[in-house]
């Protein structure tokens, strides 16, 4: 059994590939700052429990390999493209990749427009985790409460802390696939409208335990070439092996598809009625 996030190479194109194509239609896309406002607007103000979740290289190797992570990963209420290699993706697909909405960048945003409100953070550990509560109590979100707890807990606790405090906001910072097997349950037992956010290492980020990149790097795309650095033992299998994998596979699903629609343009071609003859 292959588990989610190994960067295998033994999938089946008959299972990867619809995958794929799944995950690609359900990207939403933003193409402008006041585009990414509404976004952040409608995020903030939901009407029932919501999860929003981010397709990046990375995941789409482990939904090649994973069913049970493409389920998890396919029934978040919002999916955001992040990073380069998803836009390279798109762009080989000829569609418009719009805006890197990426979580390091937006779950900050999110935090803001939280401020007064009730938040919770699930994931990482202290020290960390601690350091992350006051970063966002005193810069990101005051007169909040913040509600925390280690990524290393059994759901039902999550779920239990989650409704004793109603919180508007949840971030989950357990990494994949974990966090979108918990914000999946949590949605489904939650009777209060709340916004579920799949962080990622945001929590690590927020509490210094990860650093960013310089800015010139994240905008040129090369985040992962810094964290690779930082981090080479156990980031080498998700960038090192499955960044050339992810680019193998974006390759042939874009040919695939180039060819499917040479197939339809023909059909049409030869099933249109003929015109009128002299």
């Known amino acids: 059994m292959v588990r989610p996030g190994m960067t295998s190479a033994s999938a089946e194109p008959g299972v990867w590939q619809p ?9 939403v896309r933003v193409h402008s700052a006041r585009g990414q406002e509404q976004l952040i607007d409608t995020l903030s103000d939901p009407t029932e429990p919501r999860v929003l979740a981010f397709v990046n290289a990375h995941a789409m190797n482990s939904a090649a390999v994973s069913r049970d ?20 993706l798109l762009k080989l697909l000829n569609q418009a990749p719009g805006l890197n909405l990426n979580g390091t960048d937006l779950i900050p945003k999110l935090l803001r427009r939280h401020a007064g409100r009730t938040i919770a953070l699930f994931g990482t550990q202290d020290p960390w985790l601690a350091r992350a509560q006051a970063a966002v109590l005193t810069q ?16 039902a606790r999550y779920v239990r802390l989650a409704a004793a405090h109603r919180p508007a906001l ?13 914000a999946a349950v949590l949605r489904a037992a939650l009777g209060f409208p709340c916004l579920i956010v799949c962080g990622g290492a945001v929590i690590d980020f ?7 990149a310089p800015g010139w790097m994240r905008g040129a795309g090369l985040e992962w070439l810094y964290r690779l650095a930082l981090e080479p ?11 050339p994998l992810f680019i193998s596979r974006a390759l042939s699903l874009a ?20 015109g009128p003859t002299s």
């Open 233 to 243: 033992k156990r980031l080498f299998r998700r960038y090192v092996l499955g960044n």
């Open 19 to 27: 995958r794929w194509q799944e995950l690609v239609r359900g990207i």
């Open 170 to 182: 949840i971030v989950l910072g357990m990494g994949m696939p974990r966090q979108e097997e918990v």
């Open 140 to 155: 990101l979100a005051p007169r909040s409460e913040c509600v925390v707890a280690h990524g290393f807990l059994d759901t």
């Open 255 to 274: 040919a695939a598809s180039s060819r499917q629609d040479r197939g339809t343009a023909t059909s049409t071609a030869t099933a249109r009625p003929p």
């Open 206 to 212: 927020l509490g210094g335990r990860t650093r960013r």
């Open 69 to 88: 992570f493409f389920r998890a990963l396919t029934s978040a209420d919002l999916l955001l493209r992040d990073g380069a290699g998803m836009a390279i």
